[in-house]
């Protein structure tokens, strides 16, 4: 975790004064150690209620709202920082991810920052499956263990497009920081800028 906030800070430049959005917050676990190294205006959007019940607890002063990732939320809020970890490889189809994308590009104040995290690599597709077959140990297990959660794959020319249509600037593909996570070697994270 502190090599991720670590990584986190130094890409964003994240400050006291900053309005940072996550996008499926879960239980708020990595606002929580976020906010152990500053204490900025945070918020946080998920559609499950039990998971933000748990963030609320432990994140008194942040602001959390339960909805899906493509609906509207925090009203008119613009915000400094928005970003999503590990998520979007749940998202349904790339429609759904490009909706997500041009709904909070809009809500970006000028000059923000949109952060991906843990995006996975559609050129690392196939490798990302047989590694996870091993550890499935048993012929078969896997496709019956994952056969109704499939996991979306991102190209990132195609990616890098769509966020340019979008107005963002100063797109970078960047490495996991920790280099022992497992899926690292599959998936990539980007930071991007809002041009206008």
């Excluded at 670590?6 to 606002?31: H, M, Q």
């Excluded at 490889?89 to 000059?111: C, I, M, P, Q």
């Excluded at 091993?134 to 991102?154: C, M, R, T, V, W």
Aim: hydrophobic letters at 40%.
């Amino acid at each position: 975790w502190k090599k991720l906030i670590k990584d986190f800070i130094d890409r964003t430049g994240l400050v006291p004064t900053d309005k940072v959005l996550e996008l499926g917050c879960g239980s708020g676990a990595f606002l929580y150690v976020l906010n152990q190294s500053v204490r900025a205006k945070y918020f946080g959007l998920d559609y499950s209620m039990p998971l933000l019940n748990v963030a609320k607890r432990v994140l008194k002063q942040a602001k959390f709202c339960c909805a899906e990732a493509d609906e509207d939320a925090f009203e008119d809020e613009k915000f400094d920082i928005i970003f999503s970890r590990s998520v979007f490889h749940y998202f349904e189809d790339l429609e759904y991810a490009y909706n997500v994308l041009d709904r909070w590009t809009r809500r970006l104040s000028k000059g923000g920052k949109l952060v991906l995290m843990d995006l996975n690599d559609i050129a690392h597709q196939k490798e990302y499956h047989e590694f996870r077959k091993i550890g499935a140990n048993q012929p078969g297990s896997y496709e019956k263990k994952y056969k109704l959660l499939d996991h979306l794959f991102l190209n990132k020319s195609d990616l890098k497009r769509q966020l340019i249509e979008l107005k963002m600037s100063n797109i970078e593909f960047f490495p996991h920081s920790v280099r022992e996570y497992g899926n690292s070697i599959f998936r990539f994270n980007l930071i991007c800028t809002k041009a206008e």
